[in-house]
């Protein structure tokens, strides 16, 4: 049998917003499947209007949150998805939050190494028009 630590590593901006963005102002919610364990980045629980600053000069900023721990028997391969929703944090001039929501897959064996992905995601307006990118990198590390 293997165990897998499942892992937020670390977010950065791949593509700014415009002029009157400076830092994005970031929350990260995770959801693994099977099990339907979920994070909070940063830990919204006392303050559901909280963010983190992700400087728009592509700066990687560590995120280091365990998802959760999976185990893999021998002679299996198990598939787990991690369910990403990504929030900027909007007010004032600069309108209303703009999200993104993705999905990473991992198909590990009890033979599996690390494995790291890190896909670039979009932000959407609520209007429909895209807001800058970014990227969230997810481990399945073999523990």
């Keep these: ?3 897998f630590e499942i892992k937020l590593l670390d977010i950065c901006v791949v593509h700014g917003q415009g002029v009157s963005e400076g830092a994005f102002e970031m ?3 995770a959801v693994l499947h099977p099990g339907d364990k979920a994070i909070e980045w940063p830990d919204l629980s006392g303050d559901p209007l909280a963010y ?3 400087p728009a000069s592509g700066a990687v900023v560590a995120i280091d949150r365990v998802i959760d721990v999976v185990s893999v028997a021998h002679n299996e391969t198990k598939t ?3 369910d990403l929703r990504l929030t900027e944090v909007d007010g004032g ?3 209303k939050n703009d999200f993104a929501n993705y999905s990473v897959d991992f198909d590990l064996t009890e033979s599996s ?3 790291t ?3 670039v995601a979009t932000l959407w307006r609520p209007t ?3 807001q800058g990118r970014v990227k969230v990198r997810v481990t399945a590390r073999r523990l």
Excluded: D, S
């Design 117 to 119: 992905v890190g896909p």
């Design 1 to 3: 049998m293997a165990r």
């Design 113 to 115: 190494g690390t494995v």
């Design 27 to 29: 929350q990260v919610k």
């Design 93 to 95: 001039l600069n309108g």
């Design 128 to 130: 429909g028009a895209t």
């Design 52 to 54: 983190r600053k992700v």
């Design 80 to 82: 787990v998805t991690v």
